[in-house]
Nanobody, 121 residues
Framework: QVQLVQSGGGLVQAGGSLRLSCAAS????????MGWYLQAPGKQRELVAG???????NYADFVKGRFTISRDNANNTVFLQMNSLKPEDTGVYYCKAVLVRTASGPTYQYWGQGTEVTVSS
């Protein structure tokens, strides 16, 4: 069974940095895309950053220049380096992977368990 396990997060003051990690395991043949999403209090989950297998990245406007997404394909892991954090970055961060479990199989979407980030002013 595929699992995405997240680590990192916590409490940080505004202007500080945090790094999130998300590792996929269990029956993964190939990961197409990976991404990070934020669910802020009282809001819907939204894309923060995404990265393809070839390393092409995209970012939400509100994190451009502050956050960096990267991935380690050999270890099926995606990272989110968050710098210059703001109180509005507070919320639960989820990683998502779109992957295939066999060479010719369909794609599946999996989510991590979520990790809380709190940025104090």
């Amino acid at each position: 069974q595929v699992q995405l396990v997240q680590s990192g997060g916590g409490l940080v003051q505004a202007g500080g940095s945090l790094r999130l990690s998300c590792a996929a395991s269990g029956g993964v043949f190939s990961i197409k895309t990976m991404g990070w999403y934020l669910q802020a209090p009282g809001k819907q989950r939204e894309l923060v950053a995404g990265i393809t297998g070839g390393g092409v990245t995209n970012y939400a406007d509100f994190v451009k220049g502050r956050f960096t997404i990267s991935r380690d394909n050999a270890n099926n892991t995606v990272f989110l380096q968050m710098n210059s954090l703001k109180p509005e970055d507070t919320g639960v961060y989820y990683c998502k992977a779109v992957l295939v479990r066999t060479a010719s199989g369909p794609t599946y979407q999996y989510w991590g368990q979520g990790t809380e980030v709190t940025v104090s002013s």
